[in-house]
Nanobody
Framework: QVQLEESGGGLVQPGGSLRLSCAAS????????MSWYRQAPGKERELVAA???????NYADSVKGRFTISRDNGKKTVYLQMNSLKPEDTADYYC??????????????WGQGTQVTVSS
């Protein structure tokens, strides 16, 4: 059974840091691209950061310089290090795994989400 389980969310003050983790199981983790998305109340889900199976990364402009995505294939885990947090970062954060073959999306898995609240 494929599973993605996020953890590490919580309440932090502006300027603080938080590290999210997404533990994967049930598939060959190293063959999948991994991403973090977030969704704030009343807003659409947006891509925050992505890391390919070979280690290439992309970030939303709003988090560049503050967030870092990384992966540990041995632990089958992807991380999102969040620094200099702002109230605008408040959202539910979701882990995503994708597998493509010949350019076609074959698998698309989602975690249940973890809440991040940035407030004084």
């Amino acid at each position: 059974q494929v599973q993605l389980e996020e953890s590490g969310g919580g309440l932090v003050q502006p300027g603080g840091s938080l590290r999210l983790s997404c533990a994967a199981s049930g598939f060959t983790f190293s063959n999948y691209g991994m991403s973090w998305y977030r969704q704030a109340p009343g807003k659409e889900r947006e891509l925050v950061a992505a890391i390919t199976s070979t280690g290439g990364t992309n970030y939303a402009d709003s988090v560049k310089g503050r967030f870092t995505i990384s992966r540990d294939n041995g632990k089958k885990t992807v991380y999102l290090q969040m620094n200099s947090l702002k109230p605008e970062d408040t959202a539910d954060y979701y882990c995503n795994a994708q597998r493509r073959r010949w350019g076609t999306l074959e698998y698309d898995y989602w975690g249940q989400g973890t809440q991040v609240t940035v407030s004084s």
